[in-house]
């Protein structure tokens, strides 16, 4: 099984259900994504179907549509898709 960031967003969407081991490869992406936010040059862009889908605005990346995915699948006490939204206005990368 190959796991893919943009794939398992798109399954997500379209059936809202990942497994376990899904959600966990989407967490370790989103934890190296904060981890190092300050080395990133460019988040690459969902389409805006998946965007508005995950209640996030049009052009949001895909890396903010794993938080909002997460956020919906494996609740925390602080938003992940807030503290990446954060993270990219202070790196100016959004």
Known sequence: MTLELTS?????VATRVLSKIE?????TELWETL?????????????????????LDNNSSWQLCCAAVLDAARPA???????????IKKCSLG
């Open 77 to 87: 006490k602080e938003s992940r898709t807030n503290q990446l939204l954060k993270l």
């Open 35 to 55: 981890q190092y936010i300050e080395e990133i040059t460019s988040l690459s862009i969902a389409p805006d179907n998946i965007a508005q889908k995950l209640n």
């Open 8 to 12: 398992l967003i798109e399954d997500y």
């Open 23 to 27: 959600l966990d490869f989407l967490e």
